[in-house]
């Protein structure tokens, strides 16, 4: 069975996108495990000189290195993911490259009609940094609208439609973890890029 890290994309501790990755995992239980990562009591990153990294984050990008993939769950602040997880994969990609490679779906929930697509959308173009190289799974966000009175009480999608679509999804994204696994060939060079890469010798 495969192993999956659920990335709670925000800090705040009443949110529907934790909800949201609540619910896959007790809906694919039968499929994979997935475990839930919290990110609220990550600290600013601030570039230490050092390059030393909280233990919080060494313990987050060891969960990412032995999982078979990630699913990143996110709201959306102002068209954009929340600063909590732009904060969390900047300490992510910090001496630390654990989203090298990784099989990564996106997913989002949203109290209005959108549910997240810009969001999912600036995601994708952090995750795709020479930092971070994940390999997104293309074309399958997941777009909760109306979250609020999405979940009954037991944290179960209300909409037969949005659960259909998101098993699909899933079915989809345990294929494409399966594809990407395959294609190792430049895994170690990507990694040593990553591990080079500086803006500042550009």
């Given at each position: 069975?495969?192993?999956?890290?659920?990335?709670?994309?925000?800090?705040?501790?009443?949110?529907?996108?934790?909800?949201?990755?609540?619910?896959?995992?007790?809906?694919?239980?039968?499929?994979?495990?997935?475990?839930?990562?919290?990110?609220?009591?990550?600290?600013?990153?601030?570039?230490?000189?050092?390059?030393?990294?909280?233990?919080?984050?060494?313990?987050?990008?060891?969960?990412?290195?032995?999982?078979?993939?990630?699913?990143?769950?996110?709201?959306?602040?102002?068209?954009?993911?929340?600063?909590?997880?732009?904060n969390a994969l900047n300490w992510l990609?910090?001496?630390?490259?654990?989203?090298?490679?990784?099989?990564?779906?996106?997913?989002?929930?949203?109290?209005?009609?959108l549910g997240s697509s810009r969001a999912?959308?600036?995601?994708?173009?952090?995750?795709?940094?020479?930092?971070?190289?994940?390999?997104?799974?293309?074309?399958?966000?997941?777009?909760?609208?109306?979250?609020?009175?999405?979940?009954?009480?037991?944290?179960?999608?209300?909409?037969?439609?949005?659960?259909?679509?998101?098993?699909?999804?899933?079915?989809?994204?345990?294929?494409?973890?399966?594809?990407?696994?395959?294609?190792?060939?430049?895994?170690?060079?990507?990694?040593?890029?990553?591990?080079?890469?500086?803006?500042?010798?550009?």
């Amino acid at each position: 069975m495969k192993k999956f890290i659920g990335l709670v994309g925000t800090n705040s501790d009443h949110s529907t996108n934790r909800m949201l990755l609540q619910f896959m995992q007790k809906h694919f239980a039968h499929q994979a495990e997935i475990e839930l990562v919290e990110i609220k009591d990550i600290p600013l990153f601030n570039k230490p000189e050092d390059r030393q990294v909280p233990s919080i984050v060494k313990e987050i990008a060891a969960k990412i290195d032995e999982a078979d993939g990630v699913i990143i769950s996110t709201p959306e602040y102002d068209h954009a993911v929340p600063a909590s997880l732009i904060n969390a994969l900047n300490w992510l990609s910090y001496g630390i490259f654990p989203f090298v490679d990784k099989p990564v779906m996106t997913t989002g929930a949203s109290y209005g009609t959108l549910g997240s697509s810009r969001a999912q959308m600036h995601l994708r173009q952090i995750l795709d940094a020479p930092e971070l190289k994940a390999r997104v799974m293309p074309s399958s966000e997941f777009l909760l609208s109306h979250s609020l009175q999405a979940f009954d009480e037991n944290t179960i999608l209300i909409d037969q439609e949005q659960t259909k679509k998101i098993e699909g999804l899933f079915e989809d994204f345990l294929i494409f973890v399966d594809i990407t696994n395959q294609l190792k060939s430049a895994h170690a060079i990507n990694k040593k890029e990553a591990e080079n890469f500086s803006w500042e010798n550009i």
